[in-house]
């Protein structure tokens, strides 16, 4: 089992920054990818970035050159840094890990956290 603890999520004006965090717990050594999902109301949830266990990362195009995914090996933690926040990034921001159990693989969901950019 992976437990995820998000936090950092609130109300900003466009323009502004917010910083997620999402800390991780259990067997965390499992993990080999951890990333940051959002879902706005009926739609599916989608990838934001992501970072592997090497420090590989990847993004949507919708938030390339704003924001930034992180990790602290030390801490067992992911962040997100989100900078030039627009109104459209307001939605649940979900942190997943993505975790190998010997030949099965497996995704752990955080509780979400809600991020909203005023205009």
């Known amino acids: 089992q992976v437990q995820l603890v998000e936090s950092g999520g609130g109300l900003v004006q466009a323009g502004g920054s917010l910083r997620l965090s999402c800390a991780a717990s259990?067997?965390?050594?499992?993990?080999?990818?951890m990333g940051w999902y959002r879902q706005a109301p009926g739609k599916q949830r989608e990838l934001v970035a992501s970072?592997?266990?090497?420090?590989?990362?990847n993004y949507a195009d919708s938030v390339k050159g704003r924001f930034t995914i992180s990790r602290d090996n030390a801490k067992n933690t992911v962040y997100l840094q989100m900078n030039s926040l627009k109104p459209e990034d307001t939605t649940v921001y979900y942190c997943?890990?993505?975790?190998?159990?010997?030949?099965?693989?497996?995704?752990?969901w955080g509780q979400g956290t809600q991020v909203t950019v005023s205009s």
């Open positions: 997943n890990a993505h975790t190998i159990w010997g030949t099965r693989e497996y995704d752990y």
């Open positions: 259990g067997s965390i050594f499992r993990i080999n990818v």
């Open positions: 970072i592997t266990s090497g420090g590989s990362t």
